[in-house]
């Protein structure tokens, strides 16, 4: 068992795939910090100096100047712009996978076409097996 263990372990396609979930982790905190640190403060900035990743609704009913506040005081809180900044990462990383899956698709070489497996009945055009000698459809020898 432990030997057929190893050898699923150690086929391409599941290191391939560990490889890449490795590499998605580390690429999702760059993009995090990329939409956190260097896109949202501009964008707050446009918008009358809002800070995205503190807005918040406070369920409580007593005011709370902030959403650290509130979570120190154990108010209920809807954090929407935790969770706006959350849809822009996830934006901006199925864009960026989108775009690279693209580029290795067109890296990727076709396999060669193997031979037909099918003909055409010189009769009624139907399609029909390429070892067939009796067309199926109109029944006229081909």
Partial sequence: MLKEFREFAMKGNVVDMAIGVIIGGAFGKIVSSLV?????????????????????????????????????????????????????????????????????????KEPPAGPPTTKDCPQCLSTIPIKATKCAHCTSNV
């Fill in 36 to 108: 956190s640190d260097v896109l949202m403060p501009p964008i707050g900035l446009m918008m009358g100096k809002v800070d995205f990743s503190s807005l918040f609704l406070n369920l409580s009913g007593t005011p709370q100047p902030s959403l650290a506040a509130a979570k120190a005081a154990g108010a209920p809180t809807v954090n929407y712009g935790v969770f706006l900044q959350t849809v822009f990462d996830f934006i901006i990383i199925a864009f960026v996978i989108f775009v690279l899956v693209k580029q290795v698709n067109r890296f990727k």
